[in-house]
T-cell receptor, first 114, second 113 residues
């Protein structure tokens, strides 16, 4: 399977715990995006990487959130001190740097904070 | 805030009928992409239309783009029960110096067998 892969698919955590999600983009894609989606809403942009550089961050990405893409390949999204409001689907996407190319999404990680 | 808004928010049709959903956006775009999302799943890419294109087809899908009205439409012809899903438009704002895709609020389509 050469699509975008996310792990885990589901995560249940207690409030206050830290969680980390992983995204493996399509191998030749150098652009990587993280989005968050709550029930009944469209995906909301969190952050964007070009290779290993984090070039854009949303105001939604509070200081409890951090994302990395250490070697320009896979990426991790960490949420510290989780809150119930963090419960959502976290989606990763990747695309080529060529203009007007599609962005492909993974299956997402569904986070439930109890 | 969301860049795009889909209309209608929900649509229920009979199998075999056509489904049309619309997307409006606010700023200049490089391209617009349509996605499908089945309940609780990831987004599946359907079609990309560039800002200099007016219409594009892919199988039973037809997408139009009117940059003067800042709107796009997605037509699904001869709908099937398997088309039941949420549909989102996403605008590429890379001409505005940002690389993010901005999604609309989605249209929830239900196709009745």
């Amino acid at each position: 399977d050469t699509g975008v892969s996310q792990d885990p698919r589901h995560k249940i955590t207690k409030r206050g715990q830290n969680v980390t999600f992983r995204c493996d983009p399509i191998s030749e894609h150098n652009r990587l995006y993280w989005y968050r989606q709550t029930l009944g809403q469209g995906p909301e942009f969190l952050t964007y990487f070009q290779n290993e550089a984090q070039l854009e961050k949303s105001r939604l990405l509070s200081d409890r959130f951090s994302a990395e893409r250490p070697k320009g390949s896979f990426s991790t999204l960490e949420i510290q001190r989780t809150e119930q409001g963090d419960s959502a689907m976290y989606l990763c996407a990747s695309s080529s740097r060529q203009p007007n190319t599609e962005a492909f999404f993974g299956q997402g990680t569904r986070l439930t904070v109890v | 805030s969301q860049q795009g808004e889909e209309d209608p928010q929900a649509l229920s049709i009979q199998e075999g009928e056509n489904a049309t959903m619309n997307c409006s956006y606010k700023t200049s775009i490089n391209n617009l992409q349509w996605y499908r999302q089945n309940s609780g799943r990831g987004l599946v890419h359907l079609i990309l239309i560039r800002s200099n294109e007016r219409e594009k087809h892919s199988g039973r899908l037809r997408v139009t783009l009117d940059t003067s009205k800042k709107s796009s439409s997605l037509l699904i012809t001869a709908s099937r029960a398997a088309d039941t899903a949420s549909y989102f438009c996403a605008t590429d704002l890379s001409t505005s110096g940002t690389y993010k895709y901005i999604f609309g609020t989605g249209t929830r389509l239900k196709v009745l067998a």
